[in-house]
């Protein structure tokens, strides 16, 4: 029988070192890749390319942060044609101005999802209990979402709270550390964990959120480019509305005076809407604004109404 990482879920094998699972031994129970993480916090240089298709087993239990939310994530939510439940995670970031209740009606409806929503953060231990809970409902389950979602670490946090283990399974900041589907066995209930899927603007800017979102409001003033340097910049058609940022400090975005872009998009923005770049970060526009957009290559983007600037009204 092939044995397993217990990091990545990958076959070991001793063939190609450019390969998932490669080591040079078979009695190591961590592949290269994933020991080089676990030891010397190492990113791999190359990537490798995480199982797509697997066999989903009991009840889905999908994760997404609020950085994921799109069209795209929930269309792959939606999907699942098994018993399915939302995991909304990373809810230690929120601003404080944000109430989690409101947030996830909000998301209800703007997505328009009628499965149960889950909120938890690895920092909470009650959402977990809660969540904990509701899983050991069912016998077996799935967990699905978004690559860097936080399901291996929920997982490791769920196992301790359960049985007071470490599972030995790797979390990172580095999208699609498991590479294959993991099963674990905790008392009463089986957990399978997934690779999760990415948008490739994520894969652009690895960000690892670990303060809570402060909002970054950015008048626009004319003749001038707001840009996210490496993904994106845009400019107002009138340049007199501010516009503000939800994303990690690193990426805060700058003004900027320079030629605009040629090859743009020009998109109209509805009052209280959010510019969403996939998986990375979300603009919000208070007034109805026409911009321009120019996008670095493989960065989307959607335009959804906004998910909590406004106060909800
Ligand atoms: N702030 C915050 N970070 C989290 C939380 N859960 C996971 N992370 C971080 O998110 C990254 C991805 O976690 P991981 O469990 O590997 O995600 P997976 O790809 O869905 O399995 C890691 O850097 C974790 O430390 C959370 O609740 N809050
Ligand atoms: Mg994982």
Redesign the pocket.
Known sequence: MSKHCLGCGSVLQNENPKQKGYVTNFDMTYCERCFRLKHYHEFPTSHQDATTSFEIHGVVYF?IDFFQLSTASIQMFQQISQEKFLVL?????LPKSVSVKKLCERIQKIYDISANIFS????DEKSLRTLLHHMEKFSVCTFM?M????????LKKLAFLKDGITLPTL???M?N??LDVMKWKLSSLTIYDTP?KTFSSFQKTVS???KKIRPITLPMKPGALCEVENLLCFWEEASQNSVTFYGDEALSPRRIYQNFPTKSVELFIPAKSDLVILGVCFFYFKKETKLHLFLHDSVTYEVRPCLFGGNYD
Do not use: H
Not at 89 to 93: A, G, N, R, W
Not at 120 to 123: F, L, Q, R
């Open positions: 994760f995670t990373k809810m230690d970031l938890v953060s690895v920092k979402g690559a860097n979602a936080g399901k291996s670490s929920i979390v990172s900041e999208p550390t498991t999760g690892n959120y670990k």
